[in-house]
Every structure is written in structure tokens, then in C-alpha cells.
């Protein structure tokens, strides 16, 4: 399953207000994946926030999407680390570990 939303999607919903963040925590607390999974591309391709990345890790592992989970637990823990967030970074280490082993994709970084 990909999560790619057409440029011209991508385009016309970029926003890096606070209303777009409280959005798509909103979608992701009710459940709703593929909106969450949307809105936090979108901010990802804005912002690049490390935050915007574990949002949109959190809602591909619901999709049961290995690769944009993995690769936005990646971007999330590098983003933390360059910003010295030493939470986010242990938390997104813990949770690409976890996931990596979930998926299969290797154990060795679960370890």
C-alpha cells in the first residue's frame, strides 16, 4: 500500500498552521489512517519536522504500510537527534525497533 498523494493534492492542501497540525492529530486519534496518514505527509513535505514524520509513522502502521512507517520512524529519529531532542529521538528509536521486528524487516535493529 503507498500513501503517495498527487502533487497537485499535496499542493493545494500545504499548511504549516496550527489548525493543520491539530487536524491531523484529530484524524489520527479517531481513527481515521489514510486522512492522518494525508494530512501528515503534507506536513512533512512542509516542515520536515521530526514530529510530522512520527505522526505519519504512527498512521502507516495502522495501514499496515512497512516502508512509509519505517522510513518516516527513520526521518523522525534523525530529525530529533539534529534537534537535541533526546525524547523523541529514544522514542523513535524504540518504536523503528519494535517495528522493524513487526514487520520483518530485520531483526537485528530490534535488538
Avoid: I, N
Wanted: charged letters at 25%; glycine letters at 10%; hydrophobic letters at 45%.
Amino acid at each position: 500500500m503507498s500513501l503517495a498523494l498527487t502533487p497537485v493534492d499535496r499542493e493545494a492542501e500545504r499548511v504549516t498552521t496550527s489548525d493543520a497540525w491539530l487536524d491531523a492529530h484529530a484524524e489520527l486519534g479517531a481513527g481515521h489512517w489514510l486522512r492522518a496518514a494525508e494530512l501528515f505527509a503534507v506536513l512533512v513535505d512542509s516542515t520536515d519536522d521530526p514530529h510530522a514524520h512520527e505522526g505519519l509513522a504512527q498512521a502507516a502502521w495502522w495501514l499496515d504500510d512497512a516502508e512509509t512507517a519505517l522510513g518516516a520512524r527513520e526521518a523522525a529519529y534523525r530529525g530529533f537527534r539534529s534537534t537535541g531532542e533526546d525524547r523523541g529521538a529514544a522514542r523513535a528509536a524504540v518504536s523503528l525497533g519494535y517495528d522493524s521486528m513487526l514487520f520483518g524487516a530485520g531483526v537485528a535493529v530490534g535488538r
